[in-house]
């Protein structure tokens, strides 16, 4: 049976960075992967995060402690991720939702409603809700057509295969189609008679690939929707604080979908990373949290947690130390915290900078408009282009055109620049 085994293709994000490795071309350029840059090339640690390192290291000893780390994360950790998501994010002073003046993220927190478990980042926390939902839920999953490339192979992997795709984006035009993605979900998800409801992937700000986002109108109008089909909203929260620069404010998705005028009967999955805001990408830091509808019983809540924790054994056993420790001390330490949000407005003010010089470059109109958040700009280069890219100039995109903006810097600009404009005039 090993003899039968068919070649995987590589992965279309991570296996580029592969293959820009092994390219010899000094000009070599790598605007693929996700990962915040700086104008020297560098990956970034924030001010916070290397503070916050010395002090776990030097001053706290908190290093010492090499034993395991609960099943679904430590306690301390638990608590400061839900206060900073829950009560900070979604409070009343930054709840603009409409007419409601309550902190109801905190009342979860007091309720006691929020099954909550440390993930190995975004990533783990999507694919331990897509095991969760496939074994007592749902296998049936709605996914924006475009999306970040590994959530179809996330749900597919584990136990999803009713995949279905909305409209998201009309690549002609450039411009978000909210009215079709409702249409498609009117119609589909209406019209399905079986008891098995229907989960949605939603991408709570700065929407990988296209970063293009709902208005706040088009979200009440979405959360409408996909509330009265009774779906099961999954939000994908990988870019907090990208989207304006600030963190709070970019919760805007969350605040919405936790009004109790919204039951959601089957939970509300939040899966949550502090790859990108806190640069801790290798470190796999990040959470999942299931909010339980406030008319389960406590039992509902320690059932979820049970399974959750049984999941997680099954898997990874538990999550990794050192990445949590970190997060942990930057969330509950008043001066890491505030310098942390500086350094998430300085990343997101360098990413408009590199905007505003790729506008001025090229005739480029929308890459510096309003509407585009965070670290992409969907180029809409067709696959041949992006391959020409690759092969002729060593400038790496991925296959759907998508520029990660702080891979470019003062050193290799003019060269991503006038290449593209060579391209362009073809
Ligand atoms: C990306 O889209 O480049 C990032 O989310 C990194 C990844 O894991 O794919």
Request: proline fraction near 4%.
């Amino acid at each position: 049976l090993l003899n039968q085994i068919e070649l995987a293709p590589p992965d279309k994000i991570l296996g580029l960075t592969e293959t820009f490795n092994n390219d010899t071309n000094p000009s070599k350029v790598n605007l693929t992967v996700g990962i915040y840059k700086d104008n020297y090339g560098k990956v970034t640690t924030f001010p916070s995060i290397s503070k916050a390192q010395k002090l776990i290291d030097r001053e706290l000893g908190l290093n010492k402690n090499l034993s395991y780390l609960p099943i679904k994360g430590g306690k301390d950790y638990a608590e400061n991720v839900k206060h900073f998501l829950y009560d900070e994010s979604c409070s009343s002073s930054t709840n603009l939702v409409a007419g409601s003046e309550k902190n109801y993220g905190k009342q979860l927190i007091d309720n006691n409603r929020i099954s909550f478990a440390q993930t190995l980042s975004g990533t783990g926390a999507l694919a331990i809700s897509a095991k969760f939902l496939a074994l007592f839920i749902s296998k049936k999953v709605w996914i924006p057509n475009f999306s970040w490339a590994n959530h179809m192979n996330i749900f597919n992997k584990n136990g999803f295969k009713d995949i279905h795709y909305y409209s998201y984006y009309d690549v002609k035009s450039g411009q978000l189609t909210v009215d079709n993605w409702l249409n498609d979900l009117k119609e589909k998800v209406s019209k399905d008679k079986s008891p098995e409801p229907h989960c949605i992937i939603l991408h709570a700000c700065c929407h990988n690939p296209t970063g293009l986002d709902p208005t706040r109108e088009d979200w009440d109008k979405i959360i409408d929707t996909i509330n009265e089909l009774k779906m099961i909203p999954i939000i994908d929260m990988a870019y907090q604080g990208l989207e304006s620069g600030n963190l709070i404010q970019d919760a805007y998705l969350l605040r919405k979908c936790i009004d109790p005028k919204y039951v959601w009967d089957n939970g509300l999955f939040l899966c949550q990373s502090f790859a990108k805001n806190m640069g801790l990408y290798g470190e796999r830091v990040g959470s999942l949290s299931i909010v339980a509808p406030s008319h389960s019983p406590p039992r509902v809540k320690e059932a979820v947690d049970s399974q959750l924790k049984r999941i997680i054994r099954s898997i990874y056993s538990s999550p990794p130390g050192y990445g949590s420790r970190v997060a942990n001390l930057v969330l509950s330490d008043p001066g890491l915290k505030s310098q942390w949000f500086k350094d998430v407005n300085i990343m997101v003010n360098r990413l408009q900078g590199i905007r505003d010089q790729l506008s001025t470059n090229l005739d480029w109109s929308t890459v510096n408009d309003s509407q585009q958040h965070g670290m992409f700009y969907f180029t809409r280069f067709s696959l041949p282009v992006v391959q020409e890219l690759r092969d002729k100039y060593s400038i790496y995109l991925t296959d759907d055109g998508r520029l990660s903006l702080s891979g470019i810097n003062d050193s290799n600009i003019e060269y991503v620049c006038d290449t593209f404009k060579k391209i362009e005039n073809q």
